[in-house]
Nanobody
Framework: QVQLVESGGGLVQAGGSLRLSCAVSGSFASINVMGWYRQASGKQRELVAAISSGGSLNYADSVKGRFTISRDNAKNTVYLQMNSLKPEDTAVYYC????????????????WGQGTQVTVSS
């Protein structure tokens, strides 16, 4: 069973920083795109940032210049460095990954982490 486990969330003041980590574990062959989504209370889940296995990047306009996504393929881990945090960044942050379970398969299966709370106080 493939699992994604997030860590690094917490409570910070506006202007502060947090670094989120997400490690993929279990039985699988490879990982394609990895990303971070967030969902604020009463709001729709939205893409924050994504990174492909080749290093292509995608950021939400609201976080460009403040957040940086990166990955360590050897550790099967994706990171989200969040700087200059704002109260509007408060949300549950979810890790997401497209995982190829077997070398013989032609497709990837999408997985979600359980989420980690990020709260930014003013």
């Amino acid at each position: 069973q493939v699992q994604l486990v997030e860590s690094g969330g917490g409570l910070v003041q506006a202007g502060g920083s947090l670094r989120l980590s997400c490690a993929v574990s279990g039985s699988f062959a490879s990982i394609n795109v990895m990303g971070w989504y967030r969902q604020a209370s009463g709001k729709q889940r939205e893409l924050v940032a994504a990174i492909s296995s080749g290093g292509s990047l995608n950021y939400a306009d609201s976080v460009k210049g403040r957040f940086t996504i990166s990955r360590d393929n050897a550790k099967n881990t994706v990171y989200l460095q969040m700087n200059s945090l704002k109260p509007e960044d408060t949300a549950v942050y979810y890790c997401n990954a497209d995982v190829k379970k077997y070398v013989s398969t032609r497709f990837f299966t999408n997985y979600w982490g359980q989420g980690t709370q990020v709260t930014v106080s003013s």
